[in-house]
């Protein structure tokens, strides 16, 4: 069974820094790319970042693009999201995803963890 568990949200001033952990297990991490999204208040899933297995090769939304960065531990069976220069606009729930998911619909994905809120406020 897969299992995601995200960690490290919180409130954070304007201009400030997050750092956001996926704990992963339940299949063989090494393998997989894996994925960043959010869900701000009443809006849909907004697809952020994706790894690829290694950790060699990385994309960014243009939204978070040089603010944001996406690498992995695969000792650990982690991935993290660095979250530097955030904005009022950065305020939703953040979720990892098993899959380089850039590109896909996000609706039919299943497997999510219980994600963490991230509030950016003064």
């Known amino acids: 069974e897969v299992q995601l568990v995200e960690s490290g949200g919180g409130l954070v001033q304007p201009g400030g820094s997050l750092r956001l952990s996926c704990a992963a297990s339940?299949?063989?991490?090494?393998?997989?790319?894996m994925t960043w999204v959010r869900q701000a208040p009443g809006k849909g899933l907004e697809w952020l970042s994706s790894?690829?297995?290694?950790?060699?090769?990385?994309t960014y939304a243009d939204s978070v693009q040089d603010r944001f960065t996406i690498c992995r531990d695969n000792v650990k069976n982690t991935v993290f999201l660095q979250m530097n220069s955030l904005k009022p606009e950065d305020t939703a729930v953040y979720y990892c995803?098993?899959?380089?998911?850039?590109?896909?619909?996000?609706?039919?994905?299943?497997?999510w963890g219980p994600g963490t809120q991230v509030s950016v406020s003064s």
């Open positions: 790894i690829n297995n290694s950790g060699g090769r990385t």
């Open positions: 995803a098993r899959g380089w998911l850039r590109h896909y619909n996000l609706s039919l994905y299943n497997d």
């Open positions: 339940g299949f063989t991490f090494s393998t997989y790319g």
